[in-house]
Nanobody, 124 residues
């Protein structure tokens, strides 16, 4: 089992920044690629960003490229999402997840462990 706890959400004005953090415990954190997803009211959960098990490769949804940055610290068992130039359409609950299958890193169904989520609200 892997337990994931997100933090760092909040209310920010458009153009501002937030840094989300996900703390992992349980099974070996470094075995997993890690991802961030988000879900806005009335919408499906969608991929935001992911990072490979060793931090060597990162993946981003097109709408956040150049604005968001994912990183991990295996010594601290954390994965962070730095979000800059935030827009109202970034408003959602953000979830951290561990990728525990061989399927596409972009798909919700390939992640077996999830945090409880943290709310990000961007005002215009």
């Amino acid at each position: 089992q892997v337990q994931l706890v997100e933090s760092g959400g909040g209310l920010v004005q458009a153009g501002g920044s937030l840094r989300l953090s996900c703390a992992a415990s349980g099974r070996t954190f470094s075995n997993y690629a890690m991802g961030w997803f988000r879900q806005a009211p009335g919408k499906e959960r969608e991929f935001v960003a992911a990072i490979s098990w060793n931090g060597g490769t990162t993946y981003y949804q097109d709408s956040v490229k150049g604005r968001f940055s994912i990183s991990r610290d295996s010594a601290k068992n954390t994965v962070d999402l730095q979000m800059n130039s935030l827009k109202p359409e970034d408003t959602a609950v953000y979830y951290c997840a561990a990728h525990d299958s061989s399927g596409s890193i972009y798909r919700v169904t390939t992640y077996g462990y999830w945090g409880q989520g943290t709310q990000v609200t961007v005002s215009s």
